[in-house]
């Protein structure tokens, strides 16, 4: 328990902007779940396929200006992982301490993990909170579908976030690892994450695209994903298949996230404390 | 003079050298993308009429050509001179503090605000000139996307090319050198100075409509008279002389010709006002930038090192 204390005490002020940061996203989605629901108040109960007079507009409105919100959430996550990542071994080889820290600590694994652990765990769980927030913002904003069985805003909400906060604390910790300063590790680790989360995307939707069903006269259902195959016809894949897709991203994320964890630590252990 | 200079960037060689690499990037990408509009615009003044392409037929109607591409690549331009701000700002003092340099540097210099100005200046250039060459390239972009257009007249793309990101590179560099002054510690300087910067291009973005009073608009305009101007969310006035915004009408009746909403009157800042735009943002955000100069000096006195 001490070592944990003294863990997330030296991560403070980390920690401190990442909850900043998350009371704000949390203010952000009560406002547009507030605002959601005064837009639907002249249909009490669900809406059906035909909307209410006059809600539509007002709803459609809204969902366009919450696209920043869920943007917002997104580098949330990413940043709040590569915030707690970066300094763990940059910070020590900068301040000069490392060489005493590993020195006296029984391994320098053991040493990362006493680091890493409690503070990861905490953004983990900050995380999971915030996707369960976005949830159900996204649930608000199209009542009549649920947001388990829509792609709106797909990647950018849900348990994937905590995939992301975790693929970008490993990112963090590897590019803290390597260059041994945390002004360029903070630099590269935010390019990579950038450069993850265009790949976890463009490989998601291409999974997806791989069984899009053909769309025909009909409008496609409601929360479905509008794609187009290689002769430019229309296609659509299913919001039941939404939880395949957050599935998808969410272990590609922990699986980058394990890798380059393992990546980090090979290098921590190899490297010269100055 | 120049020591000072060269050192000063040898010990910001990070942030410097992220910074031109990352601007030659992107500049050379959109001199490119520059280059292949105008020529599938030469294209173009040689097709057949009768058989255009889509992108030939968006420049004969609108009068633009490569609008994804366009879409897509500008708007980084737009972002780049608060990133560079943060990027370029932040660390100068923080960095000073963290690694426990800024005891002697600040005692060996003749007074703190000397030691900022010959620490900042040279990164504060270095940053202008990379948001100088942005809004040239931003520019050039816009005259081969929009061909047939005077982009000197035209407030399309307004934020993302032109002086106006000079001005923003200058306000975002110091908030970020003011937030680096405040906290300790590079790490979350950098952080907080990104997610400034983020509020600031937000606030920036709609206050365009601000900077001078829209006119009215009488009668159809053409695609082209469109896109050069700024629209400004319509009003209704009723026949009581009241005004009632758009998503309020809209609510009441999504129709359009409801007598008892009034008549629906559309604003716009025309293209021809660009210049105005321009130079009433920069007056206000040189002014920011003197307020928040003085706010780092007045921080940085009270610091302990």
Known sequence: MSIARIALGLARRELALAGIGAILLAGVAGLIV??????????????????????????????????????????????AGIMIGVPVVASAIEDGTAAWTFAVAPARLRWL?????????????????????????????????????????????????????????????????????????????????????????????????????????????????????????????????????????????????????????????????? | MGRGLLLTLWLHRVSAVTCVAAVALLSIGL????????????????????????????????????DDAVNR??????????????????????????????????????????????????????????????????????????????ASRSLANYGDRGPVLVTRFAVAFMVSLFVGTLLRRTLPALVVAVATGTVIAAGLAPATAFWVAPEIVAGPQSPIEIYQERMVEPVYVRPDGTRLGLEDGRAIDPGFDNPALGRLETYAIPGSRYRDVVFREAAVTALLCALVGAGVVLALRRASP
């Open chain 2, 31 to 66: 001199i490119g993308l520059a280059g292949s509009l105008r020529s599938a615009a030469a294209g173009c003044t040689a097709s057949d009429p009768a058989n255009l392409s889509d992108a030939c037929l968006s420049l004969s109607l609108v009068g633009t050509i490569g």
């Open chain 1, 113 to 274: 993990s006493d680091r890493l652990v409690p503070a990861a765990v905490v953004i983990a769980v900050a995380t999971a909170v915030l996707g369960l927030v976005t949830d159900g913002v996204a649930g608000s904003l199209d009542p009549g579908v649920g947001p388990y069985s829509t792609f709106d805003w797909l990647g950018q909400r849900g348990v994937v976030l905590v995939g992301y906060a975790l693929a970008g604390l490993s990112i963090g910790l590897l590019c803290g690892a390597l260059f041994g300063r945390v002004l360029p590790a903070l630099l590269l680790a935010a390019f990579l994450a950038g450069a993850l989360l265009f790949a976890l995307n463009a490989l998601t939707v291409g999974w997806l695209d791989s069984s899009a069903l053909p769309l025909g006269s009909d409008a496609p259902p409601r929360g479905s994903l509008l794609l187009s195959d290689r002769q430019g016809m229309p296609t659509y894949v299913p919001g039941s298949r939404y939880g395949e897709a957050v599935l998808i991203q969410t272990g590609l994320a922990l699986a980058v996230a394990v890798s380059l964890l393992s990546a980090g630590s090979a290098v921590l252990v190899r490297r010269r404390p100055d």
């Open chain 2, 73 to 150: 690549l500008l708007p980084i331009v737009g972002i780049a001179p608060f990133l560079l701000g943060a990027v370029l700002g932040a660390p100068i003092v923080a960095q000073e503090r963290e690694r426990r340099t800024a005891l002697l540097a600040w005692s060996w210099s003749p007074s703190r605000t000397r030691w900022l100005l010959a620490s900042a200046i040279p990164l504060f250039a270095l940053g202008l000139l990379l948001s100088v060459d942005l809004a040239i390239v931003g520019d050039v972009v816009e005259r081969a996307h929009a061909p047939a257009i005077d």
């Open chain 1, 34 to 79: 507030l605002q959601a629901a005064k837009a639907i108040a002249p249909c009490p109960g669900a809406l059906a396929e035909g909307d209410c007079q006059g809600v539509g507009a007002p709803l459609l409105a809204l969902q366009a200006r919450s696209g920043t919100f869920f943007a917002a959430a997104t580098a949330y996550a990413l940043a």
